[in-house]
Structure formats: structure tokens, C-alpha cells
């Protein structure tokens, strides 16, 4: 048997930017739907101690800690879901 060529997509993630998380988003799905079936693991890690002033109207810890990668999570797993939904059978 053949090992899989590993494949890497690297792109920017800004997580003080919901739009930034979006566009993430997109990227991260077009690169998974191109390889093979399912996402085999999402780690979220992120941490910020001495935040810039964010302009979203959220903390910027919460939003860095929590909020955005939930954003990011929940994106993700809902394009992937409504993949799997439009397959036939």
C-alpha cells in the first residue's frame, strides 16, 4: 500500500476579525472538500494576554479565547453539513 501525500493549506486567521474567521472559514472548506472525506480534527488553541482594543464590541480575551473559535467551529461544521446533505446517496 501507498502512503497519502500529506497536504498543507496555510492560511491567515485573525480572530479579533469576524470577518477574518469568516473568510477563514472558506478557505479551510474549499481545501477540505478538494481532499478526502471528513475532517479527522479541529483543535481550537488560541490565547491572548495583553489585547488590542477590539472593534467588534466583545472583550477582546473572550472573543480571542472563546467567542471566535466557536464562531469558527460552528461555521465549519455547518458547511461540511450541508455537503454531506446535498450528496446523493
Not at 66 to 81: I, Y
Request: charged letters at 20%.
Amino acid at each position: 500500500a501507498q502512503a497519502a501525500a500529506a497536504r498543507v493549506c496555510i492560511v491567515p486567521l485573525e480572530l479579533l476579525d469576524f470577518d477574518s474567521v469568516q473568510s477563514f472559514t472558506d478557505e479551510a472548506h474549499t481545501f477540505l472538500r478538494t481532499g478526502s472525506v471528513g475532517l479527522r480534527l479541529l483543535i481550537n488553541d488560541a490565547g491572548v494576554m495583553r489585547p488590542p482594543r477590539g472593534c467588534s464590541g466583545f472583550d477582546p480575551t473572550w472573543q480571542t479565547n472563546f467567542l471566535a473559535p466557536f464562531l469558527l467551529t460552528e461555521l465549519l461544521a455547518r458547511r461540511r453539513t450541508m455537503d454531506r446533505v446535498k450528496q446523493p446517496l
